[in-house]
């Protein structure tokens, strides 16, 4: 029994590791909207929708991690 | 030992009420949405109740809001999509408020409850089906097959349609597991201080780093509020965009 929970905390801290995709989308996604902004300001407004839309589907793909480790945790 | 990080998170009857073999007691849950939706309406009422050619405060904190949306739905959906800004101004005002309320020390996140962003989220996703029914007839189907040679669309449609069914689950999982988490790390954080504050000695004054850092936390909090509400009536844009157009223009 004591086996299967440190089995579950262990998958649990391995789980977070979906967040370093993450990070690397987000970083990819803020870095890219500010360089192309920088070039070309006056389209910088129009992009704004996109790059939030850009952030939220990467930000996403960290947080299923987190639930996988939410539901090994409490489950 | 500290509290546990999770223990804000529930949901804790306050008027136990129990009809048929249901428990709908009246919630801390319920309480705060009461809050949420009382204070906005409030602020709406009180703003706009002498409304000016040259704007109070209040009233221009109003209509900033109403402009900020409206200009999101027209870049995000276009014209027709201003039909819909009633709900996607609530949706946003509602989410907004409730994850501010959420950060006052000892309140109730009522967005932190899958229950209530899965609610949410339904609202938006009925709402676009719906009015897809409604506005193309069966030719809303044509939302899975965009213009494609046929062996592509093998592998396309199946891809759409798996991605219209992910969607719901998508949209209230991000704004939960942004309040989950972003909570429990301030709790965490808060956990820390206690604990090192208790330890005495050298380690007293170590629990002002945790300090320094939840303060800094907090902050990166409020934003994550603001934009996850933002995200999530952007989102709704979008998926209530592509009913109203499907693949045509955008």
Not at chain 1, 39 to 46: D, E, M, T, V
Request: net charge neutral.
């Amino acid at each position: 029994m004591d086996m299967i929970h440190a089995a579950k905390f262990i998958g649990a801290g391995l789980a977070t590791i979906a967040f370093v995709g993450s990070g690397i989308g987000i970083g990819v996604v803020f870095g890219n909207y500010i360089s192309g902004a920088l070039r070309n300001p006056g389209a910088a407004q129009s992009q704004f929708t996109n790059l939030y839309i850009g952030y939220a589907l990467c930000e996403l793909q960290g947080l299923f991690g987190l639930l996988i480790a939410l539901i090994l945790m409490y489950t | 030992m500290a509290a546990s990080p999770m223990e804000q998170f529930e949901v804790k009857p306050l008027i136990p009420i129990h009809v048929g073999g249901y428990d709908i007691s009246f919630t801390n849950q319920a309480l705060w949405m009461c809050v949420v939706v009382g204070a906005v309406s409030l602020f709406m009422a009180v703003a706009l109740r002498k409304r000016s050619v040259v704007p109070t405060r209040m009233q221009s904190m109003a209509e900033m809001s109403y402009e900020f949306v409206a200009n999101m739905i027209n870049m995000a959906a276009g014209e027709e999509g201003l039909k819909f800004f009633p709900l996607i101004f609530t949706v946003f005002l509602f989410i907004a408020a409730s994850n501010f309320f959420g950060l006052i020390p000892g309140s109730f996140t009522v967005t932190s409850q899958i229950a209530v962003t899965f609610t949410l989220t339904a609202l938006v996703i009925l709402t676009v089906i719906v009015t897809g029914f409604i506005r193309h007839g069966i030719g809303f189907f044509r939302l899975f097959a965009p213009d494609a040679p046929i062996y592509i669309l093998l592998f396309l449609v199946p891809l759409e349609v798996i991605s219209f069914c992910a969607r719901p689950m998508s949209l209230s999982m991000r704004l939960f597991a942004n309040m989950l988490a972003g909570h429990t790390m301030l709790k965490v954080m808060a956990g820390f201080v206690i604990t090192l504050g208790g330890a005495g000695g050298v380690y007293t004054l170590l629990a002002a780093a945790p300090e320094v850092l939840i303060v800094g936390l907090t902050a990166l909090e409020f934003l994550v509020a603001f934009l996850q509400a933002y995200v999530f009536a952007i989102l709704s844009c979008i998926y209530l965009s592509e009913a109203l157009h499907l693949h045509d223009n955008h």
